[in-house]
């Protein structure tokens, strides 16, 4: 898939969400490269691996390239193993709100009590139902992607 993603970020002020997610996955994740003009990551998401490029943010912060394809668990676990250090684990649940599916990911480890939701866009100004446990804005934040979280976890963040 090649596309541009938009999406905004938020913190989350309670678990509440949990009693409304239709779905939840574990995801492990590592990146090939973090530089700043672009991300390689290798994501095993359930029984399913994928390779993802990133590229950077727009100045909002809203908008980027992204390309994706699947590969198989096998060949996610492989490359996993030369990735860059630091890595994310980490739950994600899936809840509907309105015409909007919210991701929400419990960190995990180095990142525990990190909670972060995101809603994917169709374009920047398009408005949203927001939960009621949806908190601050993080959108355009660079701590909170998930490539620097890996170098700079939350626990360590003063």
């Known amino acids: 898939m090649n596309t541009t993603e938009i999406e905004r970020k938020f913190l989350v002020r309670s678990e509440d969400f949990k009693t409304e997610a239709h779905k939840y ?5 590592g990146f090939l490269n973090t530089h700043p ?14 390779l993802t490029v990133k590229g950077k943010s727009n100045d909002s912060g809203l908008s980027r390239y992204e390309w994706e394809r ?4 096998t060949e996610a676990e492989a490359l996993l193993k030369l990735c860059e250090a630091g890595s994310i684990d980490k739950t994600r649940y899936e809840v509907q709100k ?4 919210f991701e929400i990911d419990v960190f995990h480890q180095s990142n525990e009590g990190l909670v972060v ?7 920047e100004e398009e408005s949203f139902e927001k939960p ?3 908190g601050e804005e993080v959108t355009g934040d660079k701590r909170y992607y ?3 979280l890996a170098k700079h ?4 963040w003063s």
């Open 117 to 123: 939701a995101e809603v994917e866009l169709g374009h």
């Open 98 to 101: 309105g015409t909007h599916v």
């Open 132 to 134: 009621i446990w949806l």
């Open 70 to 73: 699947e590969i198989s668990k």
């Open 25 to 29: 996955t574990r995801i492990i994740q």
């Open 37 to 50: 003009e672009r991300t390689v990551r290798v994501r095993l998401k359930g029984d399913l691996g994928y």
């Open 146 to 148: 998930n490539s620097q």
């Open 153 to 156: 976890p939350f626990k360590h």
